[in-house]
């Protein structure tokens, strides 16, 4: 049984990493590319917060961090669109490339920490802690998150919008329409990081920290947010596809909290997570084999009875 901080922690993180998977949404769901500037966006996102933040901005650290990776997915975008480099590889280019730039933002220093520094949290909490309690963290972390995923809604289905999602359907028809397709993956790219690095940004408030290696394996997370959201919530609409990544991501850290109860090693949770989202990519072919093995032996049995 799962006490009740540990929901809480389970719901606050849900929330704060279902940026990434509303990000890979963007980039994997949508565009069709698999983008692995992942990992490095949202430890950029956590070393532009955590650097912001102790110059005394925490606010100021959010749009930072959002212009930072909005950056790194423009790099990534001109590789692939510009100089021909297939998608995989310009994200790992521009992933092995940050990790110095993440470096250099965090003044050569392999970690941060924000103990002392006021953050959007710990600005927050005067007002909002007399009136929700020990939830309000999980009130910033919602609201954020809740406002990123309705603005993308709402751009998803403007001219531009069904441009990029056309894009990801079929570049050459959309290309025979006399629309940029570099131009559409250029700015799904940015959106895609930019969201990425948010994360990173507010999960570097939440934590009170920044380190290095804090976005290793975050492509992992992301879809196996996304693929889980989308296998028990379905797709449709961009309304029900943006509600299955908030659930897959929020079901997600309860495994992971579950995993945790049961005392697995933390230095396991990585193989965790490698494990869930295997286990989510294959669900559909298990489901198709279960149907399969059920009307064979429906079969079996009508014959037997004849």
């Known amino acids: 049984m799962l006490s009740l901080s540990v929901v809480q922690n389970a719901l606050e993180v849900g929330f704060i990493y279902a940026l990434v998977a509303l990000a890979l949404f963007v980039s994997y769901s949508i565009l069709d590319i698999a983008d692995l500037t992942t990992d490095g966006s949202f430890t950029l996102g956590c070393a532009v917060s955590a650097t912001v933040c102790i110059a005394g901005h925490p606010l100021l650290a959010l749009p930072a961090a959002i212009l930072a990776g909005a950056l790194a997915g423009f790099i990534t975008a001109f590789l692939q669109t510009r100089l021909g480099v297939p998608s995989i590889l310009a994200g790992i280019v521009t992933n092995t490339g940050l990790y110095t730039i993440n470096l250099a933002v965090m003044g050569f220093s392999s970690n941060l920490a924000l103990f ?27 609201a954020i998150t809740l406002l990123v995923s309705a603005l993308i809604v709402l751009f998803l289905g403007t001219r531009l919008g069904i441009s ?41 408030q939440y934590n009170k920290s920044a380190d290095i290696n ?15 959201g989308q296998t028990l919530v379905g797709k449709g609409s961009m309304w029900r596809c943006v509600l299955a990544v908030l659930v897959g991501s929020v079901l997600y850290r309860f495994i992971i909290a579950v995993a945790l109860k049961l005392n697995v090693p933390a230095e396991c949770l990585k193989l965790v997570s490698a494990v869930i989202v295997g286990f989510a990519i294959a669900l559909p072919s298990l489901k198709g084999w279960a149907a399969f093995q059920k009307k064979r032996l429906a079969a079996v049995h009508g014959k037997e009875e004849k």
């Open 214 to 228: 804090l976005g290793t394996g975050m492509v992992v997370i992301g879809l196996a947010s996304l693929i889980i």
């Open 164 to 204: 990029i999602r056309a894009t990801g359907d079929n570049a050459d028809m959309v290309r025979a329409s006399s629309i940029n397709t570099t131009t559409m993956i250029t700015i799904g790219l940015c959106i895609a990081n930019a969201m990425t690095s948010l994360s990173g940004a507010v999960l570097a």
């Open 116 to 142: 002392n520094t006021d953050t959007l949290f710990s600005s927050a909490r005067e007002a909002l802690f007399p009136v929700f309690g020990s939830w309000y963290k999980l009130v910033i972390a919602a």
